[in-house]
């Protein structure tokens, strides 16, 4: 089966400058020449956890496979060089399967410039799971890191957050080029992408940076699909509940440092919407302040992967 | 979950040169400067078809999922630079899973030198699956490929074959210095490492080479296991059957020019043996000549991934 799928992406996956062998040997060989710093990501997808593969399309699915990995060199500010493609497909089906997943992820990945360079396929008798691993470049801005936020540094998210679930979680376009352009244009303290919630993956970047964060709760931008999930579960959670918990939005909260925040807030250089919810602060924790100016501590409510 | 195994990780993952920024933020960023040709190789392990997990020790399959990856590298005489391991646990005791599975592999990349740079670690309702995805520099010497066997070349494997699901699957020793040391001292023209099987593999080195391959079958080292496994089944097949089509043996299957083959069978440079089983002839496909002289078509017996 594994020969056919190969036999059928050779003719489906464009040359790649960078790709001195690819698809049907042992490895792929890539030519990294002039790349310094190198980012590699792993991020593995599974049926019933990140998707269900019963009710969506597969091309949605492997698109988002794709999706999610280009988000976290977006978290890194780095630029998508190759990746590879590790399926475990349900025997029954799997070929289809097979070309219905590469179906929705190779346009992402000419769209973002990412050699497929090679992969390994497998049937069993559980069900689909999906695991790419990417390579990029950190250009000479250098890595956006979880670990550089400092105090009084200005917390900027891109897009709006809550109830991904709906749809948005597939859909969803990683903010490869936001990221370089901010990076390129601004001084950019921190970064990381929004899988886990807004409120939990601040929080991981406070930890990393060792300090604190507030956020305040009217400034966060509520997706709409937060305000329909709230109506359609009405279980007594808000849109805000759903923007800081939900997860899967991913989009970019950044550490920036107050004039360039200033400047990237008045420019709004991308197609996204920039907003500042917060800022960093010495007291460990995550903080929410609301308009009246009462601070609590805020318990970081995004679902972690258990 | 995944937090507290990063924590345990960067506990026992030792500093690497490599490694500028490693575990824990949304990807690990590596100093590739100087590799000019990278190579990449991904592989998938899952319960129930590449191991047994209610039947061996969790530790011998992290290694197992290491090693399949090293003899990967290996078989395209790649040094190991960095890897990065994702895991699908199942919900009931993944964390002491991953534990375990990391026990496994890690003294294996000290060994060999590789830098395990990151990771992702996931919980689900299904069985385990591993993947790994290896970084590897092609030396000075070049690239080891499938594709540059010419009619005239002989045929020379490392160790011996068939019978590895007796123990060596999990247990093998990935033949990365091997096959870098012969890339190193002769000219060597194609290689492969026998995943799935003897004269599958050496089918696949002739298909991309367009040319064909003569197995004398006197000369295939059959391994012990094999006629332990010959005698346990008792079902007609012999050693030699066992030895041509089980696969997961992880040796090498080299195509080297004439003279080097000669010089390499009377210097035996390697721990392990090295023997010639045959020669690449012009015309297609796959053959077996007995001692007798008789020639006729072999089948491909390894078990392909189906």
Request: glycine share 16%; aromatic share 4%.
């Given at each position: 089966m594994e020969a056919e799928l190969i036999a059928w992406l050779r003719g489906r996956v464009p040359p790649h400058?960078?790709?001195?062998?690819?698809?049907?040997?042992?490895?792929?060989?890539l030519n990294l020449d002039g790349v310094r710093d190198c980012v590699v990501t792993t991020d593995l997808l599974s049926d019933q956890v990140d998707f269900e593969l019963s009710r969506v399309d597969p091309r949605r699915v492997g698109r988002k496979a794709l999706a999610a990995n280009l988000s976290d060199l977006a978290a890194m500010a780095a630029k998508p060089l190759a990746g590879v493609v590790a399926l475990l497909l349900p025997r029954q089906g799997g070929k289809e399967l097979a070309v219905a997943l590469y179906e929705g992820l190779l346009p992402l990945a000419e769209k973002y410039g990412l050699a497929v360079a090679g992969g390994d396929t497998n049937c069993w008798d559980g069900p689909l799971a999906i695991n790419i691993t990417l390579l990029g470049k950190v250009t000479d801005c250098g890595a956006l890191k979880r670990s550089g936020a400092r105090p009084g540094d200005h917390i900027l998210v891109t897009?709006?957050?809550?109830?991904?679930?709906?749809?948005?979680?597939?859909?969803?376009?990683?903010?490869?080029w936001e990221s370089l352009e901010l990076n390129a244009r601004y001084k950019l303290h921190a970064g990381i992408d929004v899988s886990d919630g807004l409120s939990c993956d601040l929080a991981h970047v406070a930890e990393e940076s060792h300090c604190g964060a507030v956020i305040d709760l009217d400034t966060v931008p509520?997706?709409?699909?937060?305000r329909r999930l709230a109506g359609q579960l009405a279980d007594g959670s808000t849109p805000l509940d759903h923007?800081?918990?939900d997860g899967e939005d991913f989009e970019l909260i950044l550490a920036v440092p107050p004039a360039d925040a200033e400047q990237m807030l008045a420019e709004q250089p991308l197609s996204v919407r920039l907003t500042e919810i917060g800022q960093f602060v010495a007291e460990p924790g995550l903080w929410a302040r609301?308009?009246?100016?009462?601070?609590?501590?805020?318990?970081p409510r995004g679902w972690e992967h258990k």
């Open positions: 400058p960078l790709v001195r062998l690819g698809l049907g040997d042992d490895a792929a060989v897009g709006a957050f809550g109830g991904s679930i709906l749809g948005r979680h597939l859909d969803f376009e990683p903010r490869v509520v997706a709409d699909d937060a923007a800081l918990g609301t308009a009246a100016g009462d601070r609590r501590r805020l318990d």
